[in-house]
Nanobody, 121 residues
Framework: QVQLVESGGGLVQPGGSLRLSCAAS????????MGWYRQFPGKQRELAAV???????TYADSVKGRFTISRDNAKNTVYLQMNSLKSEDTAVYYC???????????????WGQGTQVTVSS
């Protein structure tokens, strides 16, 4: 069993900052890419940022320069620092990880439960 548990969402004013965290736990052998996706009302989930096991990062154009993704491999945790938040960043944010479980020969994709981020005055 593998779980991803997110924290750090909430309500923030435009121009403010939030930091999301996502910790993976359970029977984990190795973690490859970890990422953050977001889902706007009535829309499909879309990538915000992803980080490889080696630290290479990729960002959606809409968040470049404002969001920073990082990870702590010792803690199996990925973070998303969000600065200069805008109302259009309001969404449910999901973490995602490609994980190989102990005793497994294949990799699986796992998702967190989602955390609401609301940017409003």
């Amino acid at each position: 069993q593998v779980q991803l548990v997110e924290s750090g969402g909430g309500l923030v004013q435009p121009g403010g900052s939030l930091r999301l965290s996502c910790a993976a736990s359970g029977s984990i052998f190795s973690i490859d890419d970890m990422g953050w996706y977001r889902q706007f009302p009535g829309k499909q989930r879309e990538l915000a940022a992803v980080i490889s096991s080696g630290g290479r990062t990729t960002y959606a154009d809409s968040v470049k320069g404002r969001f920073t993704i990082s990870r702590d491999n010792a803690k199996n945790t990925v973070y998303l620092q969000m600065n200069s938040l805008k109302s259009e960043d309001t969404a449910v944010y999901y973490c995602n990880a490609r994980i190989r479980r102990r005793m497994a020969t294949t990799w699986g994709i796992y998702w967190g439960q989602g955390t609401q981020v609301t940017v409003s005055s």
